[in-house]
């Protein structure tokens, strides 16, 4: 589903097994008195007691375990990517090509000629698939990177023939120009490859000429296409939150938000980008016929999307750096690296090594950056430690409520009592410190202090504090730290981070994207969700779990949008679902992986199956409910209301009638969507869900087969609206 975190903790979001049996063997190593302060110290004295814990022997494990990750640049693994790519563009398998060339690209030391091969060859396999836009941002690469004089006509001539088919026609006979000039000032050749240059410059004249004196007719839009403004009022106390929402707060729920007038299905609730975002590697999936060979051909999310956005790459722009990250575009490419990738890139391999949670806590602080992060992790030290820590001063404003103050003193707010998508929110998300076993504490310590080593080691210490100058910065400090000591600031920075890796097993949202899962001609029933990036969401956060949500989230990019998935009368808690659904497992599943964010579940779909637990699940995910007062029905033939008030009596039969006319319906509103009919689509499964929740109980396996369609329908819908 398009609903909220992932319900466990995936593996690549920690670090790699090795890694946690080495910090496993460390904690039992430990002396118990060490072992117990550990246990039972605030994150400030865990990094203090932990720094010095990081031995010699530790890095070396690391470099061993990085030399798996291979994030360099490397020119032997440039030149297999090409070839392969030639092999695969000279089968007309151009898509293969395309990302073949793609890892050549990335691979390409800074500077190296070859790199303007790689666009040229990429730029062939691109016309062929039709894509003309992006076929000349790659020839304009190539020319830019200093492809070959002697091959630079043939790459003009492809330039010519995009110009001309986008219909650009002056564009196309300058471009032709070029040409002409070109091959005049190296001179009369009869080689075979001369004459077909001149025969191909000759048949483009030609064609542009007979475009000229015939020109095509404008291309009418796509129907469908505009989407009507939806009306939206901004809340002024929430940041990218609607007006219809209000940020409540007790010592049971904590922050939530609640509707504050009565909210219809489909309404949108809160739009919100992402302070920080990681993309995950992904399971690798092999390239079309691809053999097994010293170099991995095979493709992953870090091939897919971009590095920044999360936009789907056609045609990556590569770090100049590392092979590993790739950029939709040269903008994105170095916006992230003024941002946070200067400082990422030489890490790649040991970031990819201890997981997604530590390279989010490490972008999260690098995007704050050292001024606030200090700013917050001295507001934490305050001597007045019961309203500095957020558990503390959650329970402290339950037991001595000040109304004057209003939203000012929930955790997270500014002092003008906004809740803003900035690190303060971040920052005040609870980590459940003392929730989390102390050898995972251990494990995050260990993690987040071999991060800030290598930063200092690698002199990137004042690029992480925002300094002009590392080595400006480095050299009056080394009097005040021993050898290998990590500096104060850096030691501020770690205690951020282990904050924020603590942070993410229960904030962490999962930015899913829908991927096909099989084969068949539906574009919705035949794609599923996969979690393509960790971010946080600090508004997104607010929301608890239920197994039975009253919203969806759909994503766009690194935004996300929550709309309302059923009627919300005013006074009703916003519910978001973490990843259990009751229309997906058994209450005691649910329960078991709820574990992870340290709450029991309470929802009324939990209350009612665990009060219920003589009717047996499958029952429950395929029974009908009173037509008339919605209280379950009993019986075989004859259905009777279970309500002794109400009493009414339905046939089985007329209300499996209705059941495959519902299915009738949302088939014909998934046609609709396939037909690029979303609005009518949306229409169709909202009536739907209204009839189903009239007959089918709120367990049925088509309630949350609703849910997901129309989750997936908005994600369909606010991506195509951003692409306009």
Known sequence: MLQGAAIAVPVMALPVEEWRLYAARRWAALEPVLRERLAAASLHDTLRLGCGLLRPEAAAVLRRLCRRARAGKEPAAARFYREEGNRFFGRRH????????SQAASHEPPGSPEVSVCFANRSAA?????????CLEDIARAESHGYPDRLLPKVLLRKAECLLCLGRLQDAADALSVVENKIAMDGITTSPAHQTLLKKLSQLKIKIHEKERCPEPARETC???????????????????????????????????????????????LKEEAFVSVLCPGESRLLQDSSETVWDTRVTNADLYCHRCLRQLLASVPCRGCSYTKYCSQSCADMAWEQYHRTECSLGALLLTLGVFCHVALRTVLLAGFAEVSRLVEWSHDDDKDLRNPEARCKHLSEAPDTRAGTRSIPGCNDNGQYQSSYQAVFNLLPHAEKHSPEHKFLCMLSVVAICKQLQEAGLEGAV???????????????????????????????????????????????????????????????????????????????????????SVSFSGTAAT???SQPIPSGQEIFHCYGPHRCRMRVAERQQLLSQYFFECRCQACLDELESDVKSVVSMRNSFCCPSCRAPVQGEEMLCCSNE??????????????????????????????DRKADQAIKMLLKCQMDAGNFLSPGHLLMGEMEDHLAQVYATLDLRFLKL
């Open 94 to 101: 151009y898509g293969t090509a395309v990302r073949l060339y």
């Open 562 to 564: 929550v709309r309302a």
């Open 126 to 134: 691109l016309f062929h698939l039709r894509c003309f836009e992006v």
């Open 645 to 674: 008030a109400c009493a009414i009596s339905v046939s089985r039969e007329s209300l499996s009638r209705r059941l495959r006319g519902l299915q009738q319906q949302i088939k014909k509103a998934l046609e609709l969507l396939r």
């Open 223 to 269: 129907g469908d296409v505009q989407r009507k403004s939806e009306i939206w009022e901004e809340n002024d106390s929430i940041s990218g939150a609607s007006s219809s929402l209000s940020l409540n707060f007790d010592i049971e729920r904590g922050r939530h938000l609640v509707a504050s007038q009565d909210i219809l299905p489909g309404q949108s609730l």
């Open 465 to 551: 504090l925002n300094r002009e100058s590392s080595e400006k910065w480095s050299k009056p400090k080394t009097c005040e730290k021993t050898s290998g000591e990590l500096s104060p600031e850096l030691k501020t920075m770690a205690e951020a981070m282990l904050r924020h890796m603590l942070q993410l097993q229960c904030n962490a949202q999962a930015i899913t994207v829908m991927q096909e899962s099989g084969s068949g001609d539906s574009a919705v029933v035949n794609k599923k969700p996969v979690r393509l990036a960790t971010a946080f969401f600090p508004v997104l956060s607010l929301l608890n779990h239920s197994c039975c949500p009253n919203i």
